[in-house]
């Protein structure tokens, strides 16, 4: 089966400044691919050029089996791009964005019924159609700005950052949305901040520094970490505690997560001894110690600092 999406050894630079550095990878046709990092890590600048929005400096991709740097005209034609900012308007009502999105991509005057039709049902907007769409939740844009997206129901749809800046719940459900999508037959390719939307993921690349560090389904990113073991502590002072154990022998990595601390060891039973004994020379309380199972967030920063080891 042919790839949705292409991309080999791309590179985007403005000026001196490297913002994709040798990127690969393929997505296949019907898969939702989750692409994760911090921001400032290189995602959006990957989804602009595989939008035809960027030229790439060097390298291939290709959307669809088009070229981006050479056909960027058709490939645009034929996805569905959705940014965090939602690219709605405001003074419109919500079947009025949905009509000029309609236009703007070209959907037969002949199917429009049917596609707004589809769109208030998938969205949930049934009941809010004539609501002014600068009175509707981040949640409620978010499903709008969704709808638009797929209204001429392109193969590959592009979500940058789309959950940004909404709550837990609607970001939840969003993601059920995005099941339906997929289940439909549409590519999925979508970028986050949030480590726990990895999991909803078939597929994750991690991104830093303009490059992917990682790149797998979840499940096996985690089971890769085998090599370490990874302990939950807190304490009476987390920042004391870090100065106090990071850096040591046994002590891969430290991170804070929640209240407390996620430590990443070579040997749980030797490194828990030796954080009891360094933190009780301290007089700083332990409160919980003990190992759990990692999370993407763990298997991020394990390898964030594994980057930055080989710079050393």
Not at 135 to 161: M, N, T, Y
């Amino acid at each position: 089966m042919s790839a949705a999406v292409e991309v080999t050894d791309l590179v985007k630079a403005f000026g001196d400044f490297i913002a994709v550095d040798h990127v690969s990878l393929a997505v296949e046709k019907g898969e939702i691919f989750g692409f994760l990092g911090p921001n400032g890590a290189g995602k959006s600048t990957v989804i602009r050029v595989l939008c035809g929005l960027l030229s790439p400096t060097s390298g291939r991709a290709l959307v669809g089996g088009r070229d981006v740097a050479a056909e960027p005209e058709q490939v645009r034609k034929t996805i569905g791009y959705m940014s965090q900012k939602f690219s709605l308007y405001d003074d419109l009502t919500v079947e009025e964005n949905i009509d000029f999105f309609s236009g703007i991509y070209g959907v037969g005057k002949d199917r429009r019924c049917e596609r707004k039709s589809y769109v208030l049902r998938m969205a949930g907007l049934e009941e809010r159609r004539t609501s002014q769409t600068r009175l509707l939740s981040g949640g409620w844009k978010q499903r709008l700005a969704l709808g638009c997206a797929i209204l001429h129901e392109p193969p590959v749809l592009f979500l940058d950052e789309p959950t940004s800046g909404v709550d837990p719940v609607a970001r939840r459900s969003f993601w059920d949305l995005i099941y339906e999508l997929s289940a439909a037959g549409h590519t999925i390719f979508v970028t986050t901040h949030y480590m726990d939307e990895a999991e909803y993921c078939r597929r994750v690349g991690l991104m830093y520094a303009g490059k992917v560090v990682a790149l797998g389904a979840p499940a096996d990113l985690k089971r890769e970490m085998k090599a370490f073991r990874l302990l939950q502590l807190e304490t009476s002072d987390v920042i004391a505690t870090m100065r106090a154990i990071e850096k040591k022998p046994g002590i891969q990595g430290v991170a804070v997560f929640g209240a407390g601390l996620h430590v990443t060891v070579n040997d749980p039973e030797r490194a828990s001894a030796f954080i009891r004994e360094t933190l009780g020379a301290g007089g700083i309380a332990i409160r919980k110690l003990g190992p759990i199972a990692p999370s993407m967030e763990d298997v991020f920063v394990a390898v964030v600092e594994a980057e930055e080891r080989k710079k050393q």
